[in-house]
Every structure is written in C-alpha cells, then in structure tokens.
C-alpha cells in the first residue's frame, strides 16, 4: 500500500512524523492551509499551516485539560465563550456542564466545515442547542461585543498566522472586559520545553493584568515537546480551593487529582 509521510518540525532537527494511508482534505483558505491525513496510530489528524492541531487519538488531553480546570474553579458557569477551537473539542468538553451558553468565534468557517466532516467526535458539539457559533476575527469580537462572559477559554494555534494576536498582552487586555465578576480565562500557553522565552514573557504581562496569572500543565502526545502548558487567569478564584461539585462523568484524563497535581510547578520550570 502506498503511504505518505507528513511531518512537524518542532526545531530544525527534531520533530513528529507520522505515515498516513490517506490525505483525506488539503486546501488553502484565506487564512491558513488545512489538511486532514488518516493515520494508523494516531486515527484522524488536523493540520493548520503544517501545525499539528488535534489528532482522534490524544486530542482529549488537551480539550480536557484546556476546559475543566476552569469549568470546576468556576462556582457556576452559564456563560462560556471560546476564541478558536474551530474544531469543536473544547466546545464538547464545555457543553458537559449545565451552561445557558457557549459561544464559539472561530476566525476560519472553513475548519468548522472540515471537522463537521472529518473529525465527528468533536463537531458533534456544533449541533447543541446551547451552542452559539461565529465565523469572526476573535480579536475583533471581543473588542465589540457587549456580551459578558463566566469562563472565557482560548484554544488558539502558535503564536505564527492568524493566532499570533491572541498571544499578546492588548488581546488579553480587551478580554478581561468580557469577564463577568468572578469570571476566570483560561489560554492555551505553548509547550514549556520549547517556548519557555515566550512563556516567561508572557507571564510578566499577566501577571500586570491579572491578580491570580497561574500556569498548569499536562500531557499533549503530539505537540512539541510532549508537554503542554495552559494559563489561568483570574481575580480572585482560586483553582485549587477544592470544590465538592464532581467533575462530569466518562472523562478520559481530567479528574479532581489531576486538577491538583496540574497546577504544581514542576522543578524546571520553577523560577529562580
Ligand atoms: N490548539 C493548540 C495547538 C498547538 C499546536 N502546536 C503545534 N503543533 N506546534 C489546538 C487546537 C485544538 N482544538
């Protein structure tokens, strides 16, 4: 059978390959290529500009680990916005709490059509009731929309393309308006063996915006590094006040345990 052989470079001289027996969609939108292979190992796989983004396989670490920390710190989310996550996993991992709303800009229409097709088991999401899908700029939305917001999560790409705004300290500025009092934002941060320059600097800015600017972390199989680091952003809540609402049922990662031990810093990444 023939194969193809797609690969993410994470430096110049290491990185992730995988073999597929199909491409299964390569296409150009006005904003990023998008490609979908089928892999053996790893089942389904979502590339934006060449970027691993989710694989069928291991996407529930990160979708898990982006949304419940914040959905189970929070006392009572009803309102929920995500900036990206055109593909619908952090969506499905909200739509499990009884929220009123969840609101999804996704800057790309064509990623969401492309996982309603070929990546089900998160699009899924798209179809609730409860949720509410915007084909716009992120960053121009939060910037106008006078809606106001419990839990917002940021499931944005690298800080290269059309996710390089959704990095910076104007952005996240724009976004702590959107907060309801007591509300908390929780962002994607980069992988800490790789961007920890980026990382770093980042933290300063939040720190300036944000009372409580935490970062936790948790497996991410085939994102550089292995590792993945997530902020959390409040100005008051604490995540680790232990709650005794339980998490909901048939998780595959997250669970009281793991929220703790997520948000201890491990020793490299300590600061001096
Ligand atoms: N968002 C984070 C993707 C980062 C991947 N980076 C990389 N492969 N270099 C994922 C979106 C999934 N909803």
Not at 21 to 37: A, N
Request: hydrophobic fraction near 40%; include cysteine.
């Amino acid at each position: 059978m023939k194969t193809i052989e797609i690969r993410e470079f994470h430096t110049p001289s290491s990185g992730i390959f995988f073999r597929a027996g199909r491409r299964l969609l390569s296409e150009r939108t006005p904003f990023q290529k998008i490609e979908v292979y089928e892999t053996d190992s790893y089942g389904r796989v979502l590339f934006l500009d060449g970027l691993v983004q989710t694989t069928e396989k291991d996407e529930f670490f990160y979708h898990e680990m982006l949304v419940h920390p914040a959905m189970m710190a929070h006392p009572r989310p009803e309102n929920v916005l995500i900036i990206g996550g055109g593909d619908g996993g952090a969506l499905r991992e909200v739509l499990r709490y009884p929220v009123k709303s969840a609101v999804l800009v996704e800057i790309d229409g064509r990623v969401i059509e492309v996982c309603r097709r070929w990546f089900p088991g998160l699009a899924k999401s798209f179809e609730d009731p409860r949720a509410e899908i915007t084909v716009e700029d992120g960053n121009r939305y939060i910037r106008e929309t006078g809606r106001r917001f419990d839990v917002i999560a940021v499931d944005s790409s690298d800080p290269v393309g059309p996710s390089a705004i959704l990095h910076q300290r104007s952005f996240f500025a724009a976004l702590k308006r959107c907060l309801r009092p007591g509300g908390l934002i929780v962002a994607q941060a980069g992988s800490p063996l790789f961007h920890l320059d980026p990382l770093r600097k980042k933290r300063r800015f939040l720190k300036q915006l944000f009372k409580r600017a935490l970062y936790y972390y948790g497996p991410a199989p085939t994102y550089p590094g292995g590792l993945w680091g997530y902020a959390f952003l409040s100005d008051g809540l604490d995540p680790l006040q232990t709650r005794r609402r339980r998490p909901p049922k048939k998780l595959k990662y997250y669970n009281i345990d793991v929220h703790r031990a997520a948000f201890a810093a491990p020793e490299f990444l300590k600061e001096r």
